[in-house]
């Protein structure tokens, strides 16, 4: 299956501790997009980076996130001291190039990220 | 920011019957995605609009985008229990990501 993989599908952290998201695009794809989904929710855009570059990091909080796609080796979404507002759904989309009118994102099936 | 709105909200309905979404905004994009998404999974692609009043056929299912660019509709015709899920609208403006709008679930009774 050459299709976007996250892992993991679930995550359980406590108030304090870091979570570590992974995606890794599809094959041939070089763009990467973080998003977070709440119950009931639309996805809100987080991030988009490409090889080693954040190119759009506007949909970011400021404090306790980041994200990083290095050279070798998948895409990292990290969360520092996480809170219980941080539990969500975070999904990763990959293209193979950049948003354009006619290019579909393809999307992973998620991490479950809950906060105790 | 650009908002999409989505209605309605949630949609209960008996198989076989017809049933239309909705997905408007008050800004102009360039192109509009339509995705499914079931419980646990990421969304699907459905479709991709891209010109003003474009309509497009996928088997039961008929996507619009506005002449303006603005809104966008989704027909499905003689709905079956499989066509359950989220529906989700998605506008591109030339930036570097999608803006979602707030969903449609829909339930279709056998």
């Known amino acids: 299956n050459a299709g976007v993989m996250q892992n993991p599908r679930h995550l359980v952290r406590r108030r304090g501790q870091e979570a570590r998201l992974r995606c890794s695009p599809m094959?041939?794809?070089?763009?990467v997009y973080w998003y977070r989904q709440l119950p009931e929710e639309g996805l809100k855009f987080m991030v988009y980076?490409?090889?080693?570059?954040?190119?759009?990091e506007s949909g970011m909080p400021k404090e306790r996130f980041s994200a990083e796609f290095p050279k070798e080796g998948p895409s990292i979404l990290r969360i520092q001291q996480v809170v219980r507002g941080d539990s969500a759904a975070y999904f990763c989309?990959?293209?193979?190039?950049?948003?354009?009118?006619?290019?579909?994102?393809?999307f992973g099936d998620g991490t479950r990220l809950s906060i105790l | 920011t650009q908002l999409l709105e989505q209605s309605p909200q949630f949609l209960s309905i008996q198989e076989g019957e017809n049933l239309t979404v909705y997905c408007n905004s008050s800004?102009?994009?360039?192109?509009l995605q339509w995705y499914r998404q079931e419980p646990g999974e990421g969304p699907v692609l459905l479709v991709t609009?891209?010109?003003?009043?474009e309509v497009k056929k996928l088997k039961r299912l008929t996507f619009q985008f506005g002449d303006a660019r603005k809104d966008s509709s989704l027909h499905i015709t003689a709905a079956q229990p499989g066509d359950t899920g989220l529906y989700l609208c998605?506008?591109?403006?030339?930036?570097?990501?999608?803006?979602f709008g707030t969903g449609t679930r829909l339930t279709v009774i056998p």
């Open positions: 989309a990959s293209s193979p190039i950049g948003t354009a009118p006619n290019q579909p994102q393809h």
């Open positions: 094959k041939g794809h070089s763009h």
């Open positions: 980076l490409q090889k080693e570059n954040i190119i759009d």
């Open positions: 800004s102009v994009f360039s192109s």
């Open positions: 609009v891209v010109t003003g009043g």
């Open positions: 998605a506008g591109a403006s030339g930036a570097n990501n999608l803006f």
